[in-house]
């Protein structure tokens, strides 16, 4: 029997669920980040990753097929040729390439998903910046985390998704970059390789397969983001349908038959089949209310809240200051208060602020083209709390239900196995 592994690499840990040809889940593990470690970023992700690979029980790894990874949108690296990290990566939500849009604004065209703060070629640019102290391109590899982590695996350097490429600038038709990269005055480091997500790129490398009991027919896909992956394991699949990803942020994502791009709003779009998955992410979510609560607190403090009684308090709910979607301003401070004593109504008006946030993103999407919602699946860990999901049906005004699977690793599992029928 064949078995297809899916990796999940979100913000506070990884994820690994393994499935059969039926997609049914024969095995899970999971890894912790932890606030506490001397290991830098990338020592961290190699050693959650082997980890997670060694607890899947080895009579499904003596059988796996396949194994793709997805990781964090715009989570990127620089390597040099032997694929060793020659800096710390630069994560998703930083926001450091505002000092270089103007030299993008010059050249990509109007709302391209690029011109933003966090994306990935901003990131690139910010790191090769001569009035940045820039680094020398020569001989170095620009990677996102999911390329990296998959280079692991098969050994081959510079290989990316289209979805994980488009903040790279990718043109998801063509598979290739644009034309005005020429244009760009930045000397420019090794760009991966396009592909489609889930192709198969090579075998797994023969020393892995040797230590985790991996066949050696075992192929290593090309993976894509978490919140793609998370989409794939919604169950939408009709224009209209939805899914909002309640994780550590707050990531939507709209099937239409039309493509939105708008970096002004914070919106792009990825290629999914005949269709496009327009959306984008804020950074609300529940990073901001793991700041004030724990996960014993939110249970019992939701069941105290009338999800029929709309909050009173109207926040903006942010970790730090800078927001993505749908409103893209990197300086936008979080706004917390008022704060009332009674830490339900606190809850509460977060709860709602976030649904709030996550209503008008959709409008958004409306505004600008997009097939009206009509249903809403939801992954992520606040899929679990009912009280939230009865608050963010009454802002949406339409049915919100559990993704099939809550798991990104779980859709990411269905790529590879659908690659390799």
């Known amino acids: 029997m064949n078995f297809y592994l899916g990796i999940d690499f979100g913000t506070s840990g990884a994820r690994a669920i393994a499935i059969n040809a039926s997609g049914e889940v024969r095995a899970e593990a999971r890894y912790d980040f932890g606030a506490l470690t001397t290991l830098t970023l990338a020592e961290l992700w190699q050693q959650a990753l082997f980890t997670i690979i060694g607890e899947i029980p080895p009579p499904v790894r003596q059988e ?124 420019l480091p090794h760009l991966p390789r396009i592909v489609k997500p889930g192709t198969p790129v ?99 403090l939701s069941c105290r809240i009338n999800p029929m009684q709309e909050s009173p308090f109207d926040y903006y709910p942010l970790v730090k200051p800078g927001e993505r979607f749908p409103v893209n301003d990197p300086h936008l401070p979080p706004n917390l208060s008022p704060r009332p004593t009674d830490p339900v109504a606190f809850l509460h008006g977060l709860l709602e602020s976030i649904a709030r946030i996550e209503a008008r993103g959709y409008e958004l999407l409306a505004e600008l083209g997009a097939e009206p919602v009509q249903r809403v699946y939801t992954a992520g860990g606040g899929a679990q709390n009912p009280t939230w999901t009865a608050i963010r049906q009454r802002q949406l005004g339409v049915t919100v239900v559990p993704s099939l699977s809550t798991e990104a690793a779980f859709g990411t599992a269905l790529l590879v196995r659908d690659a390799c029928l």
């Open 64 to 187: 796996l097929f396949g194994i793709a990874i997805n990781g964090t949108s715009a989570t990127v690296m620089l390597c040099d040729q032997t694929g060793t990290p020659v800096a710390e990566p630069i994560l998703y939500n930083d926001a450091r390439g505002v000092k270089v849009l103007e030299t993008l604004r010059a050249v990509a065209p109007p709302n391209h998903p690029t011109i933003s703060a966090t994306s990935s070629l901003a990131k690139l640019l910010w790191w090769f910046d001569d009035s940045l102290g820039a680094l020398s391109a020569k001989g170095l590899y620009f990677l996102h985390q999911a390329d990296w982590l998959s280079f692991l695996l098969h050994g081959q350097l510079g290989v990316t998704d289209y979805h994980n490429a488009l903040k790279l600038g990718a043109d998801p038709d063509r598979m290739s970059y644009p034309d005005w990269f020429s244009q760009l005055k930045t000397q």
């Open 202 to 300: 090579a075998e797994v490398r023969p020393e892995i397969a040797a230590e985790f009991g991996l066949p050696r027919r075992c192929r290593i896909a090309a993976g894509t983001t978490d919140s793609i992956a998370a989409f794939l394991a919604s169950g939408a699949k009709a224009p209209g349908e939805a899914s909002t990803s309640l994780g550590s942020t707050l990531v939507l994502k709209l099937l239409s038959t039309v493509r939105i791009d708008d970096a002004e709003k914070g919106i792009y779009s990825h290629r999914l089949g005949d269709l496009w998955l327009a959306g984008g992410a804020s950074n609300t979510g529940g990073a901001v209310l793991r700041q004030f609560f724990t996960h014993e607190e939110l249970a019992a």
